[in-house]
């Protein structure tokens, strides 16, 4: 006679072998995914981006984008677009300031004051932090100020200051206003 080897049946029943390594697979599977997506959860932590401009230029950086921006008598809007924040959303509102008989009467700024802002500050005030405070004048074709102690804010965007959006809108709704349009600029 032959000699078998016993069968043991369990109360799991002759499978109980395999049952027992597909649920360790199952299981190791669903380890690995979950340890997987935590690494992956912790990996995306936020990273601070130092943004670093020149202290001994940004002023007359800041003054350069205000003159290039505010002397209308220079028709060129590619050149204002590429100097404020988000400029091709006022573009269309650029365009039809330039195009008005108030735009001659602009020629350049003078900035009298520049004042970084802190990152609360430029927060309060809805801008991308670094910004700065400007306090400028637009000058007439003569020179004089036309429009004195305007208010106004800059920010580094892309290694450049560039007029806020806020800054150019408000003025763009004067403008609105003095040709007697009303609502806001388009972009604005």
Same mark, same amino acid.
């Given at each position: 006679?032959?000699?078998?080897? #016993? %069968?043991?049946?369990?109360?799991?029943?002759?499978?109980?072998?395999?049952?027992? %390594?597909?649920?360790?697979?199952?299981?190791?599977?669903?380890?690995?995914?979950? +340890?997987?997506? +935590? +690494?992956?959860?912790? $990996?995306?932590? =936020?990273?601070?981006?130092?943004?670093?401009?020149?202290? +001994?230029? &940004?002023? !007359?950086?800041?003054?350069?984008?205000?003159?290039?921006?505010?002397?209308?008598?220079?028709?060129?809007?590619?050149?204002?677009?590429?100097?404020? #924040?988000?400029?091709?959303?006022?573009?269309? =509102?650029?365009? #039809?300031?330039?195009?008005? !008989?108030?735009? !001659? $009467?602009? =020629?350049?700024?003078?900035?009298?004051?520049?004042?970084?802002?802190?990152?609360?500050?430029? *927060?309060?005030?809805?801008?991308?932090?670094?910004?700065? *405070?400007?306090?400028?004048?637009?000058?007439?074709?003569?020179?004089?100020?036309?429009?004195?102690?305007?208010?106004?804010?800059?920010?580094?965007?892309?290694?450049?200051?560039?007029?806020? *959006?806020?800054?150019?809108?408000?003025?763009?709704?004067?403008? &609105?206003?003095?040709?007697? *349009?009303?609502?806001?600029?388009?972009?604005?």
């Amino acid at each position: 006679m032959m000699h078998r080897p #016993q %069968r043991r049946d369990t109360a799991e029943g002759p499978w109980s072998r395999t049952r027992g %390594r597909s649920t360790r697979v199952v299981a190791t599977a669903v380890m690995a995914a979950l +340890a997987l997506g +935590a +690494a992956a959860c912790s $990996s995306s932590t =936020a990273t601070t981006t130092t943004v670093t401009f020149n202290h +001994a230029t &940004y002023q !007359s950086d800041i003054g350069k984008s205000y003159d290039t921006l505010f002397n209308l008598a220079n028709p060129n809007v590619t050149a204002k677009v590429a100097v404020v #924040q988000d400029g091709s959303k006022v573009k269309a =509102a650029l365009d #039809q300031a330039l195009t008005s !008989s108030l735009a !001659s $009467s602009s =020629a350049g700024t003078k900035i009298d004051s520049t004042s970084l802002l802190t990152s609360s500050k430029c *927060k309060t005030a809805s801008l991308p932090y670094p910004c700065a *405070k400007v306090v400028y004048d637009i000058n007439g074709p003569t020179g004089s100020a036309v429009l004195p102690n305007s208010q106004g804010y800059a920010v580094f965007i892309g290694g450049h200051w560039l007029v806020a *959006k806020a800054t150019i809108c408000g003025l763009l709704g004067l403008f &609105y206003q003095a040709s007697g *349009k009303s609502g806001s600029p388009p972009g604005c």
